[in-house]
């Protein structure tokens, strides 16, 4: 199946400081990725939806000013917590879909755990 | 507005019992209906999924039974494994609003 990667894997970071997150598609070309955030025990939260060379689409609530994404290419999308809280603290996920895929099928990256002290 | 409500939240069987989590959704414009298997620290990955079109779906230990009229599909886990503890998702798809909407998550514990 595909693969996708996010790294880091784990991040801690000081209260104010921004952290970026990298998901990127290692064997296919991702035209679309998606950003999900999950807090713990709970389900995941869609938090945008990003295309190859076109802004983002956040979802109701969330702050695209605090929570910027780029997708500047077909492999490679980023997220930049910017200022970050203790209350952005999470487990950040991304997942990519490629134009060969079928629009209803996605492949997770590993998530990202952030923490802020 | 949650369109998507899944049970139970935890679950726990004895190593070869069966495992079942239900799944049911309000929006009747879904397309796609999958479950997706977390473990730890990881990111989600599909297990099995259904069209609406069909009414089941097997695959090895992992059936799929789906209820269009009842708007709820859910998931049999046959001869369940230790391997098999994880958190599991109903996730509907809808290609209109080209989203997935995940459902709140069931912790599956299954004892040796």
């Known amino acids: 199946g595909a693969v996708v990667s996010q790294h880091p894997s784990r991040v801690i970071c000081k209260s104010g400081t921004s952290v970026k997150i990298e998901c990127r598609s290692l064997d296919f070309q991702a035209t679309t990725m998606f950003w999900y955030r999950q807090f713990p025990k709970q389900s995941l939260m869609l938090m945008a939806t990003s295309n190859e060379g076109s802004k983002a689409t956040y979802e109701q609530g969330v702050e695209k000013d605090k929570f910027l994404i780029n997708h500047a290419s077909l492999t490679l999308s980023t997220l930049t917590v910017t200022s970050a809280h203790p209350e952005d603290s999470s487990f950040y996920i991304c997942?990519?879909?490629?134009?060969?895929?079928?629009?209803?099928?996605?492949?997770f990256g590993a998530g990202t755990r952030l923490s802020v002290l | 507005q949650q369109q998507v409500k899944q049970s139970p939240q935890s679950l726990i069987v004895q190593k070869g019992g069966i495992s079942i989590i239900n799944c049911a959704y309000e929006n009747t414009a879904f397309d796609y209906f999958p479950w997706y298997q977390q473990f730890p620290g990881k990111g989600p990955a599909l297990l099995i999924a259904?069209?609406?079109?069909?009414s089941e779906k097997k695959e090895g230990r992992f059936t799929i039974s789906f209820n269009k009229s009842a708007k709820q599909f859910s998931l049999h886990i046959m001869d369940s494994q230790p391997g098999d503890s994880a958190t599991y998702f109903c996730?509907?798809?809808?290609?209109?609003?080209?989203?997935?909407?995940f459902g709140s998550g069931t912790k599956l514990n299954v004892k040796p």
């Open positions: 997942s990519a879909r490629g134009p060969q895929l079928a629009k209803n099928i996605q492949y």
């Open positions: 996730a509907p798809y809808s290609y209109n609003f080209n989203k997935f909407y």
């Open positions: 259904i069209r609406p079109d069909v």
